[in-house]
């Protein structure tokens, strides 16, 4: 078994008034907190932030963003500054494959919001993967590695653990169509971590958090969680029902 600690977020993307986040977090929060030996992250819509930064503190739930610009302050009408994030949040989630899609997000905005979570002291959790088409043409190791090199150049050996990779394959997200364990595994194994290595060393890409993310359920998350190179999941669809959601983290918990 290695060291890693498992970590579970919950990704509730563009979902839930300020009320009805309130709502959601009251029904899981305590079963949350009863949960042990995994780091458990909520990353609620921008405006319940503040809310949850309140209702959340003193517990083990750590607090996240889904976004967040890379400039410190300006006219950047929309955008929230990496200090804005830190006001309330201690992770970060960076290069979202919907904000890539939808957002003309480029690895290398992804790299510089990348440099600015370690400026402001945020856990990224950064996430890569291909879309169907690339899949399906077998192109999924030259896209991740891609991915991983290019968002992660110039960071440093210091730095690097800290960070958190999500490997995300576009055509398992919202689809229902999770990748089974053992590819996600084999992806994680000979593409993220091994270009992890080149661009770290061993003992550094042994140390980084790959999650699973893509339709994982209460039903599918231990297939994930028991292969070895898969740390956690990132969760959308399923972390928007307490008990999904809460199931999904015991089932990650050592
Ligand atoms: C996600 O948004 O990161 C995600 C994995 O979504 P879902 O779990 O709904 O596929």
Known sequence: MNHRKPLVAGNWKMNKTVAEARDLVASMSSPLRAITGVEKVLCPPFTSLSTFAMLLAGTDIG?????????EKGAFTGELAPNMVKEFCSYIIIG?????????????????????????DLTPIVCVGETLDQYESGLTSEVVRRQINASLAGMDSVFAPRIVVA???VWAIGTGKASSGENANAVVKQMIRSA????????????????YGGSVTASNAAEFFSQ????????????LKADEFVAITKSAAR
């Open 96 to 120: 979202h494959s919907e904000r890539r899609a939808y957002f003309g997000e480029t690895d290398e905005h992804v790299n510089r919001k990348l440099h600015a979570a370690q400026k402001a």
């Open 228 to 239: 070895p190179e898969i740390d956690g999941a990132l969760v959308g669809g399923a972390s």
């Open 63 to 71: 607090l996240g963003a889904q976004n967040m610009h890379w400039e």
């Open 196 to 211: 992890l290595t080149e661009l770290f060393n061993e003992k550094i890409a042994q140390s980084i958090r790959v999650l």
């Open 167 to 169: 490997y995300e394959p």
